[in-house]
C-alpha cells in the first residue's frame, strides 16, 4: 500500500464513554414485572461538543479533535518522543483539525472501486502487523500503548487506506514519468541499486524472556529453554524438517509460522545470530546461538552475493517513486482544492 504523507497521523474516533444510571434493586413482585432500567446517559448529553468544522455531509467537533490530541500524544509517548509543550498545542491541533478534515472530505469521494482496493490493501498489511504482534492480545496491547482501541484502529486503517486510494486515482496514476527518465534516474543513482550481500536463514528461538512482560526468565526457567534447544538440535541434525521443528516449537512470532526464515544483510540482526548465518553453508546447522532475545538454532539456506539490481528488476519501483514525488508536490494544490470544494468553514475562530 502506497503511503499518503500527510495523512499518516491517525485521529482516534473512540466511542463516546456512557455513564450508566444507578438504579436501586426492586423488590421482588409476583404480580408485577420489575420496571424497565433507565437509558443510560451519554456524556454527550450533558456535554455536548462544540462544532469546530464544517463541510458537505461532515462535522468536526471538539471531542473529535481532543481524542485526536490525545492519540497524537500517546503515540508519541510510545515511541519514546516528549509531548508538545502547551505553547505548541493549538499549532499543533490545527494541523490535526485539518487532518480530520482532509479525510472526512476525502472519504466522501470515494468510488466503490477506491473502496474495494483500500479495503484489501488494509486488509492485506493489517493481517501482516497481526501476526508480526504474535497474537490476538499482543496486537490489542501495541494499539493501546498508542491510545486505541484494536477495533477503532483497524476501523481508521481501513478509512485511510480508502483515503489513500482517492488520492491515487485522482492525483499520483494521472503522472506520467517518460521512460527515459526513469532509465536516467538509474543510471544516475548507482548505490541506491546496489544490493548488499544477503543471507536466507531459517532459525528455532527457545527465548530466555517473558514474552508478555519482556523481563528475563527466572535462571531454572533459562536453563530448561536452553536444554530444550540442545533436544531440539539433536532433533534437527538428525534429519527432522526444521521448518515444522520451527513452527511447532519456536518461540519468535516473527518467523514461526514461515518455518523460522529471514532473509535479511549484515547489520540488521543481533551481531552473534549475524555471524553463524553467515558463516554457515547453505545447509548447514548451527550450535546453540545464544542472543540477548534467548537461545537459537539456526539453519542457513541461502547466500546471496553483493551485486547491482538490474534496470529490469526495478524500473518499476522507479517509477512509482517518481511518481510519488511528482505527487507529493501537487498535494498542497489538491488538497486546497478538495477543501474547497467540500466548502469546508472552520467556525472556531482561533483555528483558522
Known amino acids: 500500500m502506497k503511503t499518503f504523507a500527510p495523512l499518516l497521523f491517525l485521529a482516534a474516533a473512540t466511542l463516546a464513554t456512557q455513564v450508566s444510571a444507578a438504579d436501586p434493586k426492586p423488590k421482588p413482585n409476583l404480580t408485577t414485572a420489575p420496571p424497565p432500567p433507565k437509558a443510560a446517559v451519554k456524556v454527550d448529553d450533558l456535554f455536548p461538543p462544540t462544532v469546530l468544522a464544517k463541510g458537505k455531509g461532515f462535522e468536526i467537533n471538539s471531542r473529535q479533535l481532543d481524542e485526536a490530541f490525545l492519540n497524537f500524544r500517546t503515540a508519541a509517548a510510545s515511541r519514546g518522543q516528549p509531548p508538545p509543550p502547551e505553547d505548541k498545542r493549538l499549532e499543533v491541533e490545527k494541523k490535526l483539525l485539518d487532518r480530520l478534515i482532509v479525510v472526512q472530505a476525502l472519504s466522501r469521494k470515494a468510488i466503490e472501486a477506491d473502496q474495494t482496493k ?13 501476526q508480526q504482534a504474535g497474537s490476538a492480545d499482543s496486537f490489542r496491547r501495541q494499539v493501546q500503548a498508542m491510545g486505541m482501541t484494536a477495533e477503532g484502529f483497524t476501523t481508521q486503517f481501513i478509512e485511510r487506506a480508502i483515503v489513500e486510494e482517492v488520492v491515487n486515482r485522482e492525483v499520483r496514476d494521472k503522472i506520467t514519468i517518460p521512460p527515459a527518465r526513469i532509465r536516467k534516474f538509474y543510471d544516475d543513482n548507482p548505490k541506491r541499486f546496489e544490493q548488499p550481500e544477503t543471507v536466507r ?25 536452553r536444554s530444550m534447544a540442545e533436544a531440539l538440535l539433536k532433533r534437527a541434525r538428525s534429519g527432522e524438517d526444521f521448518g515444522k521443528l520451527a513452527k511447532e516449537f519456536s518461540q519468535d512470532p516473527g518467523s514461526k509460522e514461515r518455518g523460522g526464515e ?19 553453508r547453505p545447509g548447514q546447522i548451527s550450535d546453540v546461538v545464544t542472543t540477548k532475545f534467548g537461545h537459537h538454532i539456526i539453519k542457513t539456506l541461502e547466500l546471496t552475493p553483493a551485486k547491482k539490481l538490474e534496470f529490469e528488476k526495478v524500473q518499476n519501483r522507479i517509477r512509482d517513486a517518481l511518481q510519488q514525488e511528482e505527487a507529493d508536490k501537487q498535494m498542497p494544490a489538491f488538497l486546497d482544492k478538495v477543501k474547497k470544494d467540500a466548502g469546508v468553514e472552520i467556525l472556531d475562530a482561533k483555528y483558522k
Open 262 to 280: 529471514y532473509v535479511f544483510a549484515r547489520g540488521q540482526m543481533a551481531l552473534e545470530f549475524e555471524t553463524a548465518a553467515f558463516n554457515l
Open 118 to 130: 483500500g479495503k484489501a490493501a488494509a486488509e492485506k498489511l493489517l493481517a501482516e502487523i497481526r
Open 201 to 225: 536463514a531459517a532459525h528455532i528461538l527457545l527465548t530466555t524472556r517473558d514474552l508478555n512482560s519482556n523481563q528475563e526468565l527466572p535462571e531454572d526457567k533459562q536453563k530448561a529453554q
